[in-house]
C-alpha cells in the first residue's frame, strides 16, 4: 500500500527513441505529472503481475494519454488475464482510445522484439503469477578513430558525424567503409526489471551480467520469514541476487510501507552483501550505464 512517502509501483525507462512504464499502480499519472515524462511518449508498457498496487493506475494512465493527444500505437505486456481486464474495463466505462492498443499476455520463456530491444520473460516465485524482463539493447557502435581519419586526410565536420551513422563514406573520390575508422561495437545496454518475488533461479537467470537489476525489497533481515510466507524478498536477499548474478548496480524497490522512517535499514543490510545497491524514492532518477 502506499504510504506518505511513497506511492505504489510504476518504473519508467527514458531513452531518447522511447519511454517504457513497469508496472502502473495506483496514481502513477499523478505522480508523472511531476516528473518529465510526457504520456503520449509512452510506447510500451509492462505488468509484472495483477495485483492491485502495480495495474490500478492502468485504465486512467492510457485514458489520459489518449486525452493529451497520444495517437500513436501502445503495447501492453502482461500476464494472462490483463487483456479480459483491459477490454472489460474500457468497455464498461465507456473509454475511447485514439490510439491503437495492443496487449501482449506474456508466458515463461518468451522473447520478443520492442523498439530495437530483445525482452526476455520468465516466470518468478510469488503467490501470484509474477514475471520479470530482461532487456537487452542492440550493440553500440564504436568510438570514431580520430587519428585514423586525420592520417588518411579526413577534416573534422559533419563527415565525422556521418560516420558513425552510415556503413560508408566517401572522401576524396574513395569510398571507404565506416567500420575501418570505429573502435570496436560496445555491448547494449542491459536492464532487468523484476515483479514481486521471492529468491529464485529465474531472478539469476535474468539478471545474470545486467547494467542495472530492478529488485523489490520489501522486507528488512529481521521479518526473512514472513517474506517467504507472502512471496516477497528481503534486501539482503536482493542483495545476493545481484552480487550472485554479477550485476554492476542494484535498485531497491517495492518497500513496505512499515519502513516510513527506518528505510535506510534495508539499503544498509543490502550493501553488507552488495556495496554498489541503492534505495530508490519516488522520483528518484538513475542512469542505466555509468
Known amino acids: 500500500m502506499p504510504s506518505k512517502?511513497?506511492?505504489?509501483?510504476?518504473i519508467a525507462l527514458l531513452h531518447p527513441k522511447m519511454t517504457w512504464l513497469f508496472d502502473c499502480g495506483e496514481a502513477t499519472q499523478h505522480q508523472i505529472l511531476?516528473?518529465?515524462i510526457k504520456p503520449r511518449k509512452?510506447?510500451?508498457?509492462?505488468?509484472?503481475?495483477l495485483h492491485g498496487d502495480h495495474i490500478f493506475g492502468l485504465p486512467g494512465f492510457i485514458s489520459t494519454r489518449a486525452a493529451l493527444e497520444g495517437t500513436t500505437p501502445l503495447t501492453i505486456y502482461g500476464p494472462t488475464g490483463i487483456k479480459e481486464w483491459m477490454d472489460a474495463t474500457l468497455r464498461i466505462t465507456g473509454t475511447y482510445l485514439r490510439y491503437p492498443l495492443q496487449i501482449v499476455e506474456v508466458e515463461d520463456g518468451q522473447t520478443y522484439e520492442?523498439?530495437?530491444f530483445r525482452v526476455t520473460v520468465r516466470s518468478l516465485e510469488h503467490r501470484f503469477p509474477a514475471f520479470g524482463y530482461r532487456l537487452e539493447g542492440p550493440e553500440e557502435r564504436g568510438a570514431l578513430r580520430v587519428d585514423a581519419l586525420k592520417a588518411l586526410g579526413v577534416p573534422s565536420g559533419p563527415l565525422y558525424r556521418r560516420i558513425t551513422l552510415e556503413e560508408t563514406f566517401e572522401f576524396d573520390g574513395t569510398v571507404y567503409a565506416s567500420s575501418d575508422f570505429l573502435e570496436s561495437p560496445k555491448p547494449g545496454v542491459k536492464l532487468a526489471v523484476l515483479g514481486d518475488t521471492m529468491p529464485c533461479a529465474a531472478s539469476i537467470e535474468l539478471a545474470r551480467d545486467v547494467d542495472v537489476l530492478v529488485h523489490e525489497a520489501t522486507f528488512a533481515d529481521r521479518e526473512v520469514e514472513h517474506a517467504g510466507r507472502f512471496g516477497h524478498s528481503t534486501a539482503r536477499q536482493a542483495a545476493v541476487i545481484a552480487d550472485t548474478a554479477q550485476v554492476k548496480k542494484l535498485l531497491l524497490t517495492h518497500v513496505s510501507a512499515r519502513y516510513v522512517d527506518q528505510e535506510e535499514v534495508l539499503?544498509?543490510?543490502?550493501?553488507?552483501v552488495f556495496a554498489n545497491s541503492h534505495l530508490?524514492?519516488?522520483h528518484r532518477v538513475v542512469p542505466v550505464k555509468g
Open 267 to 272: 539499503e544498509q543490510e543490502a550493501r553488507e
Open 5 to 10: 512517502q511513497r506511492n505504489v509501483t510504476s
Open 114 to 116: 520492442q523498439d530495437g
Open 34 to 36: 511531476h516528473s518529465p
Open 280 to 282: 530508490m524514492f519516488d
Open 42 to 49: 509512452v510506447n510500451a508498457i509492462f505488468i509484472t503481475h
